[in-house]
């Protein structure tokens, strides 16, 4: 791809420079790669932060879940980040924690979550991008290891169907949620979900982190948005370059539960 102007981020000793696109090459080789089929992850990608999380600690703070609960999924949390629980199932219990609760509240909720805290944090070049895209005609997909109540709301204003959204999500039963497990795509499970929906070979993919390699690497054309320094490290390793939007330069971009995926 096209490397004029681009900035370098310089990577530790044993690492290659990567080189980052401006934002104005960013679109260019999007559309340059002609995509009639594009998918993106949420958190990270789309907008700043971790909405997975920050709705849990959110929900929790609020006393929508029962006192045992909380306790349950704050002792599962600690054990994750010590390296205990999996992400995979980290990512599943924060959706059956609500077992029990009706789904309408949860919609609720998340929608009240999302308009405070995740939908002021949309990065304005993602939002533009992905307008224009839709405009194009282009299929707009998303798939999130973070709960579909969340991700759902989160993507209304982007234009992205429904039924385009690849979610962690339970099963509702007479608008109820059960602790049953419909879906929880991420790492490799991200690239299962997308071949189980016929999408073998996505045009465009965009992510952010390591839990987002496997699709990148199903993509004629992957396109890696503020990465964490474990996908940092593996675009690097493969030849491809990044994309950092303005209100993530110099924040944080660590992921949590990255270290038993990097490669």
């Avoid at 096209?2 to 260019?28: G, V, Y």
């Avoid at 045992?68 to 599943?92: K, P």
Wanted: hydrophobic share 45%.
């Amino acid at each position: 791809m096209d490397s004029s102007n681009r900035d370098q981020e310089r990577l530790p000793p044993a690492q290659t420079e990567i080189q980052k696109w401006t934002a104005e090459e960013f679109e260019r080789l999007v559309f340059a790669c002609g995509p009639r089929v594009a998918v993106f992850d949420c958190d990270g990608t789309l907008w700043n932060g971790d909405a997975g999380y920050g709705f849990m600690a959110w929900s929790l703070e609020r006393g929508l879940v029962s006192r045992s609960t909380t306790d349950w999924i704050d002792t599962r949390y600690r054990a994750y980040r010590a390296g205990n629980v999996s992400e995979d199932a980290m990512c599943g219990e924060m959706v059956q924690m609500y077992a029990g609760l009706r789904d309408a509240e949860l919609r609720a909720a998340a929608a009240q979550y999302v308009g405070e805290f995740v939908r002021p944090r949309i990065f304005p070049e993602m939002a533009a991008l992905v307008a224009s895209m839709r405009r194009a005609g282009i299929a707009l997909w998303a798939v999130s290891s973070t709960n579909r109540w969340v991700i759902v709301e989160g993507l209304r204003d982007f234009g992205v169907p429904d039924e385009k959204i690849l979610a962690a999500e339970a099963r509702v039963e007479n608008g109820i949620i059960t602790s049953e497990l419909v879906d929880v795509p991420t790492g490799p499970a991200k690239a299962t979900a997308l071949r189980r929906v016929g999408l073998p070979a996505p045009d465009a993919v965009f992510g952010n982190s390591i839990h987002d390699l496997a699709m990148l690497e199903m993509a004629r054309c992957p396109f890696p948005v503020n990465p964490s320094p474990a996908l940092l490290e593996a675009a690097a390793k493969r030849g491809w370059s990044y994309f950092r939007p303005q209100a993530a330069e110099g924040a944080d971009s660590n992921v949590e539960g990255e270290s038993s995926l990097t490669s």
